[in-house]
T-cell receptor, first 113, second 113 residues
């Protein structure tokens, strides 16, 4: 079955550490996205990529970095510069074009300890 | 600035008690409106896409409708398993040529047996 896989499901980070969240899809989608979800705030876009080797900043990109070396993979690194990283992180993918919605992964919950 | 507002923030219903959730939007260049269901600790699950005013779509006890300024998600005779957060999102064309989804904060629905 095609889908989008995020790992790990839970992640704990110490102050000052960088951590990387994995996102892999086998849907042959060109576009991939990273969102952050906080209680009462809805989903906020961190980064998105519409093609391999290209990506764009979203609304809250500070303290995060991404890469898109393969069509199937779009990892997100939460750097030590991100002051409040504790959140639920969601990866999504879609076909390119206005007719298509997103397919979401199951999320990674990141907690700073 | 594009905005998506969902109301109410939370709704508690008795099993079998029908109601509606609202999603109002102020965007330019609307390309589509999407409804998702999200269970706690999981990624959003796609429900419906609506593209033009007057359009309606149904799935089991859910029916989504669209006007020029808002969308409604009608829930008929709900069951406890319909309890979830329902997210609305609009797809617009951004100035950079890329398109993306702007999400509302969601309506948390609880159906009591």
């Amino acid at each position: 079955d095609g889908g989008i896989t995020q790992s790990p499901k839970y992640l704990f980070r110490k102050e000052g550490q960088n951590v990387t969240l994995s996102c892999e899809q086998n849907l042959n989608h060109d576009a991939m996205y990273w969102y952050r979800q906080d209680p009462g705030q809805g989903l906020r876009l961190i980064y998105y990529s519409q093609i391999v080797n290209d990506f764009q900043k979203g609304d809250i990109a500070e303290g995060y970095s991404v890469s898109r070396e393969k069509k199937e993979s779009f990892p997100l690194t939460v750097t030590s510069a991100q002051k409040n990283p504790t959140a639920f992180y969601l990866c999504a993918s879609s076909r390119t074009g206005p007719l298509y919605g997103y397919t979401f992964g199951s999320g990674t919950r990141l907690t700073v300890v | 600035e594009d905005q998506v507002t969902q109301s109410p923030e939370a709704l508690r219903l008795q099993e079998g008690e029908s109601s509606s959730l609202n999603c109002s939007y102020t965007v330019s260049g609307l390309r589509g409106l999407f409804w998702y269901r999200q269970d706690p600790g999981k990624g959003p699950e796609f429900l419906f896409t609506l593209y033009s005013a007057g359009e309606e779509k149904e799935k089991e006890r859910l029916k989504a409708t669209l006007t020029k300024k808002e969308s409604f998600l009608h829930i008929t005779a709900p069951k406890p398993e319909d309890s979830a957060t329902y997210l609305c999102a609009v797809r617009v064309v951004s100035g950079g040529g890329a398109d993306g989804l702007t999400f509302g904060k969601g309506t948390h629905l609880i159906i009591q047996p």
